[in-house]
Every structure is written in structure tokens, then in C-alpha cells.
């Protein structure tokens, strides 16, 4: 963020917001989006070529060529005045931001920098901060380890979920909450039934045992 022989040097995290009749920009930080705006600088210039096509519009083809010349003024040095105000704003921002050695991003000094370290804090992080998040962190998996099982749910044992469990009832597709014997909507038995012969576990509807094929 400097000049040097005459080139303008500049990064991606800035926003041109300048009008015909100023110049302004904006400047962003690339880790926490923190922004902030240069005063606006008038452009007299601007004002002079603006008059000019007004006037043109109210009297007609008697400021045509006046307005016209000023447009060409307002494009030749507009472009001039735009490259100098926008190398006094980077001149002015610049103390408000540093670039980290190790991953090239630009960073506000305010809230991302860490002095300490002479890094950003993503390559270096407050070490408080991290300890405070790590801590909740685990706070949090305690809570979830030691977590007591509601009555309703401490049928979802080994046995129960090797069971062919229903989600909907087969005869009125109602959805079920819990792992019921029977549809709260229509009460038909949601058990799965049993061959008469081999004991094998039978999907509703069928008519043959899958495993020793008996009638049923």
C-alpha cells in the first residue's frame, strides 16, 4: 500500500466509491471484515463539467460546445485526480493495516493483529482466547457424555436396534415418534409376526414363510 515511481500500489480488499464529483474509498480487513472509509475529497473540476451540461440542457444548443469541452476536461482529468486521491487514501489507511509474513493477507491492526507474535491472528492466535474456546469447547462434549437417556429412549438398546424398526405404519403410512408396538393413528400391531413353524420373523402381507415355506 505505497507509491513508488509513480505506480500505485494496491491490494484486493478495497472498494471504489468515488462519484463524478469526488473521490472516496473503502477499505476492508481480509480476516474480520472490520471496514473503514476515507473522507470523501471534492473534485472541482467535477462541479465545473456538471454545470456546464446543465446549462446545456436548459438553453438548448447555445452550451453544446462548452458542455462538450468540459466533458472531455472532466475525462482527461478526472482520471488524474481519481490516481492521486486514491494514493492519498492508501498513504492515509495504510497505518490502520499490516500484511502477515507467513500468509500474505492484509489485516486491521485494531482487532487481528497479534504484536506479540508479529503474526495475523489466524497464523497466531490470542493463546486466552483459544483457551476459553477450547474450554466451553469441552464443556460442551461433557454435557453430551453425561447426558441422561430419557425414559422413552432407553428402549433403543443392542436388541431393539436389530429389529426391523418402522418409521411410518404400513397400513395408514402415519408417521411414528417412538418405537411403538402399535400405530397411535389406526392401532394396527406394528410387531413383525412369526412363522407357526420355524419361529423366522415374517414381513407383513406375506403369504409363505421365506425360511421353511409353510402356508400361512
Request: hydrophobic fraction near 35%; charged fraction near 20%.
Amino acid at each position: 500500500m505505497s507509491e513508488q515511481n509513480e505506480v500505485i500500489q494496491f491490494v484486493n480488499n478495497y472498494h471504489d466509491i468515488s462519484t463524478d464529483r469526488g473521490f472516496q474509498f473503502e477499505f476492508t480487513c481480509n480476516r474480520c471484515g472490520t471496514g473503514y472509509r476515507t473522507k470523501f475529497e471534492t473534485w472541482t473540476t467535477g462541479n465545473i463539467a456538471s454545470a456546464l451540461q446543465t446549462a446545456s440542457s436548459l438553453f438548448g444548443g447555445v452550451f453544446n460546445k462548452a458542455s462538450e469541452i468540459g466533458q472531455q476536461v472532466r475525462s482527461a482529468a478526472w482520471k488524474q485526480a481519481h490516481d492521486k486521491a486514491f494514493s492519498n487514501a492508501i498513504n492515509s489507511i495504510k497505518p490502520s493495516f499490516i500484511q502477515c509474513p507467513r500468509c500474505s493477507t492484509w489485516v486491521c491492526r485494531k482487532s487481528c493483529w497479534n504484536d506479540k507474535k508479529g503474526l495475523c491472528k489466524q497464523c497466531a492466535p490470542d493463546l486466552g482466547v483459544e483457551m476459553a474456546a477450547a474450554q466451553a469447547s469441552k464443556s460442551v462434549e461433557e454435557v453430551w457424555a453425561h447426558a441422561a437417556m430419557a425414559e422413552e429412549d432407553k428402549k433403543l438398546d443392542t436388541a431393539q436396534w436389530r429389529k426391523n424398526i418402522k418409521a411410518s405404519c404400513p397400513k395408514c403410512e402415519a408417521p411414528l415418534a417412538t418405537n411403538a408396538k402399535f400405530c397411535p393413528q389406526c392401532g394396527e400391531s406394528l410387531a413383525l409376526a412369526a412363522c407357526p413353524k420355524c419361529k423366522a420373523t415374517l414381513n407383513p402381507g406375506v403369504k409363505f414363510c421365506p425360511d421353511c415355506g409353510t402356508k400361512l
